[in-house]
């Protein structure tokens, strides 16, 4: 089952079992990252410096990426250029929740609601069908672990991974320092073609200005 990246990294954050969020804030900037990817990657928006663009409107094939991309387009409108990260940061909350919505249809996970203390009610997304994962977890392994080379979205998601520092999500048995700095130099991504490269960079950037800015916040 082909699924985009966004929901590739939801999947890692989830706990298999009980379904529920790990790494909330980090994992949530990984997947508005995600959707920003693959829609340059598929030239439908592009990242000048700083500044977003819708570049091509005519839909993807997949309504997860085109309901992103209307949405953007959306906020574009009579604002002039804006910033990737004012995007990341907009998106962020509404972007999980996509995704989430997105792997039920598929029958991936299933929706659970309960109350905690018979009161507050939560949601967990436990997996009803866990190849996709495991198919997913045996190809990051391949490349990070096996130094298998990867194709363009494996190390389009294994760049967002490390940007987000999300490596024990993805290998919590893997000795942490191995894996960061193998993830690194997937991300630098000198094998893959300069479009490409420009792309990870420019949405990786994003990304490091959005944590910095929420970082510093929550310092102060």
Same mark, same amino acid.
């Given at each position: 089952?082909?699924?985009?990246?966004?929901?590739?990294?939801?999947?890692?954050?989830?706990?298999?079992?009980?379904?529920?969020?790990?790494?909330?804030?980090?994992?949530?900037?990984?997947?508005?990252?995600?959707?920003?990817?693959?829609?340059?990657?598929?030239?439908?928006?592009?990242?000048?410096?700083?500044?977003?663009?819708?570049?091509?409107?005519?839909?993807?094939?997949?309504?997860?990426?085109?309901?992103?991309?209307?949405?953007?387009?959306?906020?574009? /409108?009579?604002?002039?250029?804006?910033?990737?990260?004012?995007?990341?940061?907009?998106?962020?909350?509404?972007?999980?929740?996509?995704?989430?919505?997105?792997?039920?249809?598929?029958?991936?996970?299933?929706?659970?609601? /309960?109350?905690?203390?018979?009161?507050?009610?939560?949601?967990?997304?436990?997996?009803?069908?866990?190849?996709?994962?495991?198919?997913?977890?045996?190809?990051?392994?391949?490349?990070?672990?096996?130094?298998?080379?990867?194709?363009?979205?494996?190390?389009?998601?294994?760049?967002?991974?490390?940007?987000?520092?999300?490596?024990?999500?993805?290998?919590?048995?893997?000795?942490?320092?191995?894996?960061?700095?193998?993830?690194?130099?997937?991300?630098?991504?000198?094998?893959?073609?300069?479009?490409?490269?420009?792309?990870? /960079?420019?949405?990786?950037?994003?990304?490091?200005?959005?944590?910095?800015?929420?970082?510093?916040?929550?310092?102060?």
């Amino acid at each position: 089952m082909a699924i985009t990246l966004a929901e590739e990294i939801v999947l890692l954050s989830l706990d298999d079992e009980s379904g529920s969020a790990q790494q909330r804030q980090a994992a949530g900037w990984a997947v508005a990252g995600a959707f920003l990817l693959e829609l340059v990657l598929a030239e439908r928006v592009s990242i000048s410096g700083k500044a977003l663009t819708v570049t091509d409107p005519t839909s993807t094939g997949e309504p997860l990426l085109d309901g992103r991309a209307e949405l953007i387009g959306t906020w574009l /409108r009579g604002r002039g250029r804006h910033r990737a990260s004012d995007w990341l940061m907009k998106d962020q909350a509404k972007a999980v929740s996509a995704a989430v919505e997105r792997l039920c249809e598929r029958g991936v996970i299933v929706e659970e609601k /309960r109350k905690v203390l018979g009161m507050f009610p939560v949601r967990r997304y436990p997996e009803s069908d866990g190849a996709v994962e495991r198919e997913l977890r045996a190809r990051l392994a391949a490349v990070v672990l096996d130094g298998e080379e990867p194709d363009i979205r494996t190390t389009g998601l294994i760049a967002l991974i490390h940007s987000a520092k999300l490596h024990g999500l993805a290998f919590p048995d893997a000795p942490r320092e191995q894996v960061a700095a193998r993830m690194a130099e997937i991300a630098d991504g000198q094998w893959a073609a300069e479009s490409v490269r420009t792309a990870i /960079r420019d949405t990786q950037a994003a990304m490091i200005a959005i944590t910095v800015v929420t970082t510093t916040t929550i310092l102060i």
